[in-house]
């Protein structure tokens, strides 16, 4: 009988300086099969599939593909043997375009070994066609959301041709739509044989899409199940170990005073003619399509890109940002949807990343006293449950979501009265996604306002007291408590300017 198992993983162990982040874990891709790798943020996910792809080396084990022994020296090695990889951290070079970057290596090529561009183009045009974008091959990655980004990521990993495709978060930054296609996609790739192995924080999409579940806690394998055989609920407790209930913080619907208001805000074709107030103790949300805007004009209102007109209020008074640090003195901040190149400064120290924004409170005569540097670190490092070897750790090494979870702790760390939060809880598990969701509504408690945005429809209805819709740049609406419902704010999404009542 044939086997049904392309690959074979055993006892793999991999230890980095102060800690084991894969201890002894065992488990088996089938052919065919769509199997998620599930775990808490830093449980060993992205060390695992770096693994099966050649970018990093186990310190013991083994691997099998097809029965025969697997031991991929560098990616390379493993794309020739068929494995496609989507990293969680985007890898692309930004200064070329979309079709050099699928083909990046492997132009095509015409006469005397001259590359062949148009080929290229034409057949990266037709992946994106199949991932119902209308995106120019020509494009320069540099060019593109984030949300681009990755689809670009995926289509250069689909046009290899692999047995096995590694998804490592192929969805977070993808709109519903988008995630539809590629999930059709996935369907397209199951039925002709080949493997997925996919990694998520989401699990209703996991449920969704996934045949096998493996669940990793601090390095090991906790357990692999059948999608058939099992609930959300028991993934949950073998991820964290405990039960967690209660998603959505309570909301708070009696909101304090004005801090900020924006009156017609316009920048070019970004947005137009923006105009809404955030007052302390609310949650506002800024929904919309991926481009609709939003990030756009929370970044001009902190002062990090210009708008051309348009009046901005503090506490009643006029006011206007040139830059972020302009913005961070009065105490409005932005955390940044990109983390990876304006969040954080990766190859610092964790501590150096958290206390950038507060050194005027941590330093006296020029110098920075340790010791406070020091507490105001761990204080976060404990709030947020950043799982690190140390304060000393470079963010580079850090698990993706624990990465996300230090440029929350920075922008928590100067206190903020206004704080705008874009895509807060990208990558987080669900158990710290819980606790910065009660966390970010204790701050109101406190009188903070915060703009959420977010691309998650459920977040956005279980967080916010009020939500105010964008589309193509312009305001579609806004929304209050019982209001707040997917269907208005896809309706709202959706709307055009002719329409809006
Ligand atoms: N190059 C490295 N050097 C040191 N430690 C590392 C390195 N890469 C990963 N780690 C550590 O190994 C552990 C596992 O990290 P990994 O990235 O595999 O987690 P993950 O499950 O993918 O988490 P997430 O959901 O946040 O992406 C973490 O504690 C992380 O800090
Ligand atoms: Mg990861």
């Not at 059709?184 to 996991?206: A, C, F, P």
């Not at 390095?219 to 609930?231: E, H, P, R, Y």
């Not at 209020?313 to 932005?334: D, W």
Request: aromatic share 4%; proline share 3%.
């Amino acid at each position: 009988m044939e086997d049904k198992v392309l690959l074979r993983i055993r006892n793999i162990t991999k230890i980095f300086p102060g800690v084991k982040a894969l201890d002894q874990v065992s488990l088996q891709v089938e052919v065919g099969e769509v199997h998620a790798l599930v775990g808490e943020n830093g449980a060993g996910k992205s060390t695992l599939v770096n693994i099966i792809s050649g970018v990093l080396r186990p310190d013991s084990g083994e691997m099998t593909l097809d029965q025969r022994k697997y031991a991929p020296a560098n990616p390379r090695e493993s794309q020739i043997l068929g494995i496609g990889f989507v990293h969680q951290e985007m890898a692309l070079c930004p200064h070329l375009s979309i079709a050099e970057n699928v083909f990046i290596g492997r132009l095509p090529r015409k006469l005397a070994a001259l590359a062949d561009f148009e080929k290229a183009r034409v057949e990266t045009g037709g992946l994106l066609k199949k991932f119902a974008t209308d995106l120019d091959p020509k494009t320069k990655v540099q060019e593109l959301t984030i949300a681009n980004q990755q689809i670009v990521e995926i289509i250069k990993a689909l046009s290899l041709d692999c047995r096995l495709l590694i998804l490592d978060e192929p969805t977070s930054s993808l709109t519903e739509a988008e995630t539809e296609n590629l999930f059709q996609i996935i369907t397209d790739l199951k039925s002709r044989g080949i493997s997925i192995l996919y990694i998520s924080h989401r699990l209703s999409e996991v449920f969704q899409i996934c045949d096998r579940i493996s669940v990793l806690r601090d390095g090991g394998l906790v357990k692999t199940l059948a999608v058939a055989d099992t609930s959300e609920d028991e993934v949950i407790s073998q991820m964290v170990g405990r039960s967690i209930e209660a998603f959505y913080p309570a909301k708070h619907p009696n909101a304090g005073e004005e801090i900020l208001r924006v009156e017609d805000l316009s920048c070019g074709k970004k947005f137009q003619h923006i105009s809404f107030s955030v007052r302390g103790g609310e949650i506002l949300g800024l929904s919309g399509l991926i481009g609709a805007g939003r990030s756009e004009v929370a970044r001009a209102l902190c002062g990090i890109d210009r708008y051309e007109k348009g009046q901005v209020y503090l506490y009643g008074k006029k006011i206007r940002f040139n830059n972020s640090y302009e913005a961070i003195q009065s105490k409005i901040a932005y955390l940044t949807e990109n983390r990876k190149t304006e969040g954080l400064f990766l190859k610092l120290a964790i501590k150096t990343n958290i206390v950038v924004t507060s050194l005027k409170t941590i330093t006296r005569r020029k110098l920075v006293d340790r010791g406070k540097e020091e507490s105001l670190t761990r204080k976060y490092i404990e709030i947020l449950r950043i799982k690190t070897a140390g304060l000393q750790q470079k963010v580079l090494n850090l698990s993706g979501g624990n990465q996300q979870k230090v440029m929350v702790a920075k922008w928590l760390a100067i206190n903020p009265v206004v704080l705008f939060m874009d895509e807060p809880t990208r990558g987080i598990d669900v158990g710290a996604k819980t606790e910065i969701h009660y966390l970010m509504r204790e701050l109101c408690n406190r009188g903070i306002g915060i703009v959420l945005i977010s691309s998650e429809l459920p977040e956005i209805i279980g967080m916010c007291d009020r939500v105010i819709v964008m589309n193509e740049g312009l305001k579609t609406g806004e929304l209050v408590g019982e209001e707040i419902t997917e269907e208005n704010i896809m309706r709202l999404a959706a709307a055009k300017k002719n329409k809006i009542a």
